[in-house]
């Protein structure tokens, strides 16, 4: 099994563009759908994409508590400039880039919130992913 998309529910689209297109493109994310002001969709360099949206339910977007979504990356530095990106454009902290040995021998990640609440990684494990 693969996955094939995540969504994640915002509550302001228009400012929610701004913040992930100044992070996604850091690691190899482009725009694949343009529905503004009400969502928006980028294809991440392993073919995974990722959904930014109004909830369908027209219900306020919440984060899930334990939710999280994790985004692979090529490399320690495009882990470190993802994170230093989102925190340049309003997101906050959850966890500095570094190794965490805890998850595996070649785990290196960083953690941040976006600007709805919803938390998410960026990951690396000591191989590139995309060609």
Same mark, same amino acid.
């Given at each position: !099994?693969? @996955?094939?998309?995540?969504? =994640?529910?915002?509550?302001?689209?228009?400012?929610?563009?701004?913040?992930?297109?100044?992070?996604?493109?850091? =690691?190899?994310?482009?725009? =694949?759908?343009?529905? @503004?002001?009400?969502?928006?969709?980028?294809? @991440?360099?392993?073919?995974?994409?990722?959904? =930014?949206?109004?909830?369908?339910? $027209?219900?306020?977007? &919440?984060?899930? *508590?334990?939710?999280?979504?994790?985004?692979?990356?090529?490399?320690?530095? $495009?882990? $470190?400039?993802?994170?230093? %990106?989102?925190?340049?454009?309003?997101?906050? *902290?959850?966890?500095?880039?570094?190794?965490?040995?805890?998850?595996?021998? *070649?785990?290196?990640? %960083?953690?941040?919130?976006?600007?709805?609440? *919803?938390? !998410?990684?960026?990951?690396?494990?000591?191989? &590139?992913?995309?060609?």
């Amino acid at each position: !099994m693969s @996955m094939n998309y995540v969504m =994640i529910g915002s509550n302001d689209v228009v400012r929610a563009r701004a913040y992930f297109d100044a992070v996604l493109p850091v =690691i190899g994310g482009e725009v =694949i759908m343009d529905f @503004m002001p009400h969502g928006f969709c980028y294809q @991440m360099g392993n073919g995974g994409r990722l959904w =930014i949206t109004q909830p369908y339910n $027209q219900e306020p977007a &919440t984060p899930g *508590n334990g939710n999280m979504v994790g985004l692979l990356c090529d490399s320690e530095e $495009q882990v $470190q400039a993802a994170h230093a %990106a989102a925190l340049a454009h309003g997101g906050s *902290n959850e966890g500095d880039p570094g190794p965490r040995p805890q998850y595996g021998p *070649n785990f290196y990640g %960083a953690y941040v919130r976006d600007l709805d609440g *919803n938390k !998410m990684s960026f990951v690396y494990f000591g191989i &590139t992913t995309s060609s």
